[in-house]
């Protein structure tokens, strides 16, 4: 087996000749294209532009994702197997989804600490990516949540489910220890964000900092566990292109957990639609969802549970905000972007009194 590339740089045509299928042509040249700044932050993302020998074919281009050259963001997604998640979610599982769409993956390799790493994937030329600060239309919404149904539809509470030994459920110990980053970041984050955060939120914020551990066991105690995207946001959708006029292609693994479904529409709603649209659309949006669990074989979830467990979702999202509000943006669209990731699901836990589920636990 060839070697693993540690960088997008270290792939040549000699290697990817010796990696990619048969139904793959023979490449005689390529040029590697990054994505540009703010793709791809544990990672490193480029777009490969290939020629091929007379007579052969093939893709116009692959996506080639491997490590990040920061040595923080790598030890960070080291310690949290955020590589180990991905390469394992395209040796292991995305074959087998029949009502989710994901890219095809043509070479998929890491070493056993899982750096370095390299996927390369298919390219869904001429796809649309939504814009997170924009916001996601209503139909947009509606066609993401069908996407998510069908991969949670797909491991609800199954054998198989339990089988990923590499997919960590949420309450795992790194998570748990969120508490203690909390509380080092509690006083810096009211000073930044204080104001920003209806009073109701922020008070029951800080009540679950020391509880937190005891929320993670709860979750695994409800039951109705899945396999859950849990990055679930617009920019990690794409729409159409060479997939199709109507396909949804969900992108993006590292951070996927076995955890509840409603996460992901929490997280979606609250984070990828403007406050104005997702209080005007939610209802409708989450009863889709329903129903297409539904239709997918879930038919033992009601639609009161399925609610109570988005409150809880915000509640818990607006916890994190705490953990990572020390993320910097880097530029003027990356801090406007954290901030509507964090603002959003403050006000959804606040319209729908998610500080008042804390007698739950």
């Known amino acids: ?36 700044t703010g793709v791809g932050i544990l990672g490193e993302v480029a777009r490969l532009h290939l020629t091929y020998a007379d007579g052969e074919t093939g893709p116009a281009s692959m996506l080639a994702k491997c490590a990040s050259r920061s040595a923080e963001s790598v030890g960070l997604a080291q310690a949290m197997g955020f590589y180990e998640r991905e390469v394992s979610f395209y040796r292991e599982t995305a074959a087998t989804l029949r009502d989710v769409r994901v890219p095809r993956a043509y070479h998929v390799d890491a070493a056993a600490a899982s750096v370095p790493f390299v996927l390369v994937l298919e390219d869904i030329v001429d796809a649309r990516c939504p814009d997170q600060i924009v916001g996601l239309t209503a139909d947009e919404a509606g066609a993401i949540l069908d996407a998510v149904a069908g991969l949670h539809a ?31 970041r509690w006083e810096p984050f009211v000073e930044v964000w204080g104001e920003r955060v209806p009073p109701t939120v922020l008070a029951a914020v800080e009540q679950v900092i020391p509880l937190y551990g005891d929320l993670l066991d709860w979750w695994v105690e409800q039951g109705h566990a899945t396999f859950t995207h849990t990055d679930c946001r617009a920019e990690n959708y794409l729409f159409g292109g060479a997939a199709g ?3 949804v292609t969900m992108v993006d693994f590292q951070l996927s957990t076995r955890h509840v479904g409603a996460w992901d529409v929490a997280t979606l709603l609250g984070g990828s639609l403007r406050v104005e649209d997702r209080r005007a659309h939610e209802e ?41 509000s020390d993320l910097e943006g880097g530029n003027e669209r990356g801090d406007e972007l954290l901030a509507e990731l964090f603002t959003r699901p403050f006000e959804a836990a606040a319209d729908h009194d998610a500080h008042l589920l804390l007698a739950e636990l």
């Open 1 to 36: 087996m060839a070697d693993v590339p540690l960088q997008v740089a270290d792939i040549d045509v000699a290697w990817l000749n010796d990696v990619t299928p048969d139904d793959v042509g023979e490449i005689t040249d390529l040029e590697a294209r990054d994505l540009g």
């Open 154 to 184: 797909a491991f609800w509470e199954s054998p198989e489910l339990y089988e990923l030994a590499w997919l960590p459920p949420m309450n795992n110990d790194l998570y748990k220890g969120a508490s203690a980053l909390a509380e080092l």
């Open 245 to 247: 006029e109507d396909a």
């Open 284 to 324: 409708a949006l989450v009863a889709r969802y329903h129903a297409r669990l539904g239709e997918l074989g879930v038919t033992h979830y009601p639609l009161d549970r399925l609610w109570r467990d988005i409150r809880m979702s915000w509640r818990q999202q607006s916890f994190s905000a705490v953990v990572v």
